[in-house]
T-cell receptor
């Protein structure tokens, strides 16, 4: 069965500093990868996704993630964070086909002014 | 398009009672999935319905059940509530397997 590991449960970072949130998944022939963000008292919002093609995917608010098949990783990065990026971030994976999303435990990003 | 809506947003129940949660997907979406979110276990998949049929099921006891109606709206039911059922229950709809849109959730507290 597929599994996802988010190596850091909490990441504090100063405003305008870069950040990387790490995500590793168990090996599979073909996977679809996602990052979701959850703000307090809200549901999850899709941040970005990798389905196929370019291994580097970007979101509209400056986040990017790179699919690395050899390392089974899909780390999320942002070169300069804002206070408004404070939230919990979830990595998720789905095997190709009609299989449910499997989520990591989440990483709480706290941006400090 | 309106997003995924879930009702009620907050619910307090007593052990032993049962509860029904409702989810209205985005118009045109035929797949609805349910997840339980708790601080200890994180996000866990409950089940998925597609065109009124359960397509996938997670590892939850039979007290957790669901259904989907012809208009794609879905309900989930938990019978004989336990304290450990206190959680945020999230519903997600999709038009394809690969992209799910989540509702705001129903926060269930069991006392």
């Amino acid at each position: 069965a597929q599994s996802v590991t988010q190596l850091d449960s909490q990441v504090p970072v100063f405003e305008e500093a870069p950040v990387e949130l790490r995500c590793n998944y168990s090996s599979s022939v073909s996977v679809y990868l996602f990052w979701y963000v959850q703000y307090p008292n809200q549901g999850l919002q899709l941040l970005l996704k990798y389905l196929s093609g370019s291994t580097l995917v970007e979101s509209i608010n400056g986040f990017e993630a790179e699919f690395n098949k050899s390392q089974t990783s899909f780390h999320l990065r942002k070169p300069s964070v804002h206070i408004s990026d404070t939230a919990e971030y979830f990595c998720a994976v789905s095997d190709s086909g009609n299989t449910p999303l499997v989520f990591g435990k989440g990483t709480r990003l706290s941006v400090i002014a | 398009k309106a997003g995924v809506t879930q009702t009620p947003r907050y619910l307090i129940k007593t052990r032993g009672q049962q509860v029904t949660l409702s989810c209205s997907p985005i118009s045109g979406h035929r797949s609805v999935s349910w997840y339980q979110q708790t601080p200890g276990q994180g996000l866990q998949f409950l089940f998925e319905y597609f065109s009124e049929t359960q397509r996938n099921k997670g590892n939850f006891p039979g007290r957790f059940s669901g259904r989907q109606f012809s208009n794609s709206r879905s309900e989930m039911n938990v019978s004989t509530l336990e304290l450990g059922d206190s959680a945020l229950y999230l519903c997600a709809s999709s038009s394809s397997t690969y992209e799910q849109y989540f509702g705001p959730g129903t926060r269930l507290t069991v006392t």
